[in-house]
């Protein structure tokens, strides 16, 4: 089987980025290679199977958020078998990819080039509870999401708040805050005003401050007492957009995507350990019922070895189920390996300094979050606004064109060796049409040059034309004074 939005080419071979031993099932269609003459090359694909940590950059209005939708679009259009185990969320900042449940009618031309058709997909977009009337008025649907108030730690309300920790302010919501978290019990804002409000070792100017705080904060329609559960976002199969680009701090974005993240690292954790303990149960098993068949072969008699298999099934299974009452495991839904999209990761991730979400992202979901089975797909236009790590620790480097030398030189400091020329040079080669790409693939250690395919979803981050939708240009007579 090839990629899902791949139709058919006139070549034999093709190429797979991300795992070599993939032969045929789970491959996501990217495009073509771009010869130097700019003619169409073979079809290039990237692995579904495993997780990847993909890098996406270009200056605006190459391809960026663009090739991101494109991978959204091939997980999504994954046959059934495999997408039950794949769930896609995008932290969207720019709030343009609600609009991929629609057609992209407007390249209908182009599509048909590549022998593909239009086609939406299924979505759900997720914007702050507070927020979700202004979208009601253009007509948008989208579902509610919050995040639990008891999520964030002192120390994570103080950084919210840009409050020294050490501070009188800092000190008396760190306390007001480990003081409730200890009841094990969920809480509200009005929970922590009531709390500042009665803690007796802080003056009156530091209560009125955090009392301040909390309630700016619970006008922003985020954070609730119960927040959205996780299973709602993610779930196999599913394609959820966290629409973030009503939230105007952006201190309240990272702290969104930190909890987001490491509730997605520890769930992958869990599955992954489940996955692993069934692995070896079943080669167990396939060792227990080999002695015993053995054995009941000695026996001789089919009645009586199929008499003793009945048995030994029997014996098999309740001691499997003492074994799980033990340890208290109740048998779930397993938790689909994810792949998680952000754009504008600089943003979150900038170079020189952190914010709410560094640690998850960096630590947790770049370095380690591979193993677990979770995927991470950053986009950003300013590489050099990016933390150097991102770039190192990505496996997978889809570069459009760039043209700022900061943001090339960013790049090349982290160019492998396997690279027999700089980025300089095959940004040149790329030249300006937009959807080329230069591709690192660090899984095999080449680099292709790649023109990427068309969307078959509408695309909400083109840039605006002062020219209404639907009305044509009127040619301007020339007038003479």
Request: glycine residues 10%; contains cysteine; proline residues 3%.
């Amino acid at each position: 089987m090839i990629g899902s939005s791949f139709v058919k080419t006139g070549f034999g071979k093709y190429r797979v980025l991300g795992n070599e031993d993939n032969r045929g099932e789970g491959l996501l269609f990217l495009g073509n290679y771009l010869a130097l003459d700019r003619s169409k090359g073979a079809p290039v694909f990237l692995d579904a199977l495993r997780p990847h940590a993909v890098l996406i950059c270009g200056k605006r209005g190459y391809g960026k958020s663009y090739t991101m939708g494109c991978i959204l679009e091939e997980l999504a259009f994954l046959p059934p078998t495999l997408t039950k185990n794949l769930a896609s969320l995008v932290i969207d900042t720019m709030g343009i990819f609600w609009t991929m449940r629609n057609q992209n009618t407007v390249e209908a031309g182009k599509l048909k080039q590549w022998d593909l058709e239009p086609s939406g997909i299924e979505a759900e977009v997720f914007v702050p509870a507070g927020k979700t009337e202004e979208y009601g008025k253009r007509g948008i649907k989208v579902t509610p999401f919050s995040i639990s108030i008891s999520g964030l730690s002192g120390g994570q309300w103080c950084r919210l708040f840009n409050v020294d920790e050490v501070s009188s302010l800092g000190v008396l919501v760190v306390r007001a805050i480990e003081s409730l978290k200890e009841k094990n019990e969920a809480y509200s804002f009005k929970d922590i005003i009531t709390e500042v409000l009665r803690d007796e070792r802080s003056d009156s100017v530091s209560k009125g401050a955090a009392e301040n705080y909390f309630r700016a904060v619970d006008s922003w329609g985020v954070f609730e007492k119960e927040g959205t559960r996780l299973s709602e976002l993610v779930s196999g199969g599913k394609t959820s957009v966290l629409d973030v680009s009503t939230l105007e701090n952006e201190n309240v974005c990272a702290a969104v995507v930190s909890i987001l993240a490491g509730r997605l690292y520890a769930k992958r954790l869990e599955a992954r350990r489940a996955y692993e303990k069934r692995l070896m149960g079943g080669r167990r098993e396939e060792e227990k019922t080999g002695k015993e068949k053995e054995k009941a072969g000695r026996e001789g008699g089919k009645e009586g070895a199929e008499g003793k298999r009945e048995e030994i099934e029997v014996e098999g299974e309740v001691e499997d189920e003492v074994e799980d009452e033990v340890e208290g495991e109740v048998e779930e839904e397993e938790f689909p390996m994810v792949w998680l999209f952000i754009d504008e990761a600089h943003i979150f991730l900038p170079a020189g300094t952190e914010t709410l979400a560094s640690e998850v992202l960096i630590n947790r979901c770049l370095r380690q979050g591979r193993q677990p089975g979770l995927s991470l797909i950053l986009a950003t236009q300013r590489p050099s606004g990016l933390h150097t790590d991102v770039i190192s620790q990505s496996d997978l480097l889809i570069c459009h064109r760039l043209t700022a030398s900061d943001d090339i030189l960013a790049l090349e400091a982290a160019r492998p060796l396997y690279m027999q020329e700089g980025i300089r040079g095959y940004i040149k080669k790329m030249g300006s049409e937009r959807g080329a790409a230069l591709i690192v693939d660090d899984h095999s250690e080449s680099v292709h040059l790649v023109r990427m395919r068309p969307r078959r979803s509408w695309h909400g981050g083109g840039e605006p034309s002062a020219l209404m939708p639907g009305v044509k240009a009127e040619k301007r007579e020339e007038t003479t004074i």
